[in-house]
T-cell receptor, first 112, second 113 residues
Framework: KAGVTQTPRYLIKTRGQQVTLSCSPI?????VSWYQQTPGQGLQFLFE???????NKGNFPGRFSGRQFSNSRSEMNVSTLELGDSALYLC???????????FGSGTQLSVL | EDQVTQSPEALRLQEGESSSLNCSYT??????LFWYRQDPGKGPEFLFT???AGEEKEKERLKATLTKKESFLHITAPKPEDSATYLC??????????????FGQGTTLQVKP
């Protein structure tokens, strides 16, 4: 069974730009969660989608948004990038949420 | 505020030297506590879930235990391939049945041959 796939693996952007990251969950998994990982803050929850609906949201500004498609694939978007947005963005899937999460390898975003 | 604290931040062991990693938590209500392992350049990989005080889980050289305030990850006779960052995370009763976890900062373990 294929794991969680995140694309792209690396991204370099400049301040003020916007970026879209993609996540394909494990087949059959309907819950997709997004996390931001930085050396200073560790892993922080961004939001979760289940059956195309945002079910939970962390404490991040509105510049961070996401969506989920009918095939459970998910995208997250960050608008008006700031230097502090440089981080590893991890996507995780689970069958319904609440069970163990399966993480992808992440997208490393660098904002210059 | 719900909080998870791991100690130590970093741990260096000789191969075969057993030790324990600590995860203490302060949450409004605990639904489950998770341990993950993360290798450089990769996402976290699930190890264990513990749900109630007194529960223990084992996998190879790893054993996780849970009390009402903390969890321990015991590593017995570690090998160099056990080198990684170990992450502890909690799911609260307020976020049960969702993908929201609160993570600790992790303990980076290095095992020297």
């Amino acid at each position: 069974k294929a794991g969680v796939t995140q694309t792209p693996r690396y991204l370099i952007k400049t301040r003020g730009q916007q970026v879209t990251l993609s996540c394909s969950p494990i087949s059959g998994h309907r819950s997709v969660s997004w996390y931001q990982q930085t050396p200073g803050q560790g892993l922080q929850f961004l939001f979760e989608y289940f059956s195309e609906t945002q079910r939970n949201k962390g404490n991040f500004p509105g510049r961070f948004s996401g969506r989920q498609f009918s095939n459970s694939r998910s995208e997250m978007n960050v608008s008006t990038l700031e230097l502090g947005d440089s981080a590893l963005y991890l996507c995780a899937s689970s069958p319904g949420g609440g069970e163990k999460l399966f993480f992808g390898s992440g997208t490393q975003l660098s904002v210059l | 505020e719900d909080q998870v604290t791991q100690s130590p931040e970093a741990l260096r062991l000789q191969e075969g030297e057993s030790s324990s990693l600590n995860c203490s938590y302060t949450v409004s209500g605990l639904r489950g506590l998770f341990w993950y392992r993360q290798d450089p350049g990769k996402g976290p990989e699930f190890l264990f879930t513990l749900y109630s005080a007194g529960e223990e889980k084992e996998k190879e050289r790893l054993k996780a235990t849970l009390t009402k305030k903390e969890s321990f990850l015991h590593i017995t006779a570690p090998k160099p391939e056990d080198s990684a960052t170990y992450l502890c995370a909690v799911q609260t009763t307020g976020s049960s049945n969702t993908g929201k976890l609160i993570f600790g900062q992790g303990t980076t373990l290095q095992v020297k041959p």
